[in-house]
């Protein structure tokens, strides 16, 4: 996996409500952003001009060859994305199960593993980073506040690959949000619908806490 260091490029498949609402805080802060679709780059070169001005429409071989890739597509769709072309960069999986909107996906509902592990299996030449799942698209670009806000809220990272880790962090907090490592990629699960991460606004202290608690809890 890459050493760490500042981000350079960031893509992102998927353009819908968290895909735009990601594209266009990440712009503003300066990241070079290529956001695609399955379809043709012309179908979302209009969205993206008006909803997050300055990120590029671009093919997914294009969004996919970038530093970091944020999967923004429905769950139930992941698989729709080829793992060869991620091999070898590093995940963002920012997506949820949900069963009334994604259907009974039988990988989800009978694995007791976190969801972000069964999608890290799939993309095994990846390294996949759990986080950016747990906010609201509609809160993402207005909840943003500069490094050392007392209103910053914080975002919750769970991941196996240190660096890929670390490259997720320096994303999250160029993007507005101090970044709360809670561990491995199994600790996703804390961020998971239903959660208490899931289920409001965080701070690092409060996220460490919950982790703390339900960790004890689990033992
Ligand atoms: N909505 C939120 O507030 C929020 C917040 C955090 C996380 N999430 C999670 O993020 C995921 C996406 O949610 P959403 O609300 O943004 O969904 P959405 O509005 O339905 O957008 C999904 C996007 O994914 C694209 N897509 C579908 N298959 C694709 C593929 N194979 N390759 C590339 N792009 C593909 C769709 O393109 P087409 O329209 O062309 O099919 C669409 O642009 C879900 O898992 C959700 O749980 C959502």
Redesign the pocket.
């Known amino acids: 996996m890459q050493d760490q260091r500042p981000i350079a490029t960031l893509g992102i498949?998927?353009?819908?409500?968290?895909?735009t609402a990601l594209a266009k805080q990440a712009a503003a802060a300066g990241v070079d952003v290529k956001v695609?679709?399955?379809?043709d780059p012309r179908?979302?070169s209009l969205i993206l001009e008006f909803m997050a001005p300055g990120a590029q429409a671009v093919t997914?071989a294009e969004a996919s060859a970038q530093d970091v890739v944020i999967l923004?597509?429905?769950?139930h769709?992941f698989q729709?994305?080829d793992p060869k072309t991620l091999a070898g960069k590093i995940i963002v999986d920012?997506?949820?199960y949900?069963a009334p909107?994604?259907g009974i996906v039988d990988h989800f509902e009978n694995d007791t593993r976190s969801s972000s592990e069964v999608v890290q299996s799939y993309f095994s030449e990846s390294a996949v980073v759990k986080s950016?799942?747990?906010?609201?698209?509609?809160e993402f670009v207005g909840d943003a506040r500069p490094a050392g806000d007392p209103d910053r809220r914080a975002l919750a990272v769970a991941g196996d690959d240190e660096a890929a880790k670390a490259a997720v962090v320096q994303l999250i907090e160029a993007m507005g949000y101090d970044a709360a490592d809670i561990g491995p990629l199994s600790a996703g699960v804390l961020l998971e619908p239903g959660s208490r991460i899931f289920s409001g606004r965080q701070t690092v202290e409060s996220i460490t806490a919950i982790t703390a608690e339900e960790c004890a809890m689990a033992r």
Not at 72 to 75: E, I, N, R, W
């Open positions: 498949l998927g353009a819908g409500r968290v895909g695609a679709t399955a379809k179908d979302i997914a923004a597509v429905p769950l769709k729709d994305v920012a997506m949820n949900w909107t994604d950016l799942n747990h906010i609201g698209y509609g």
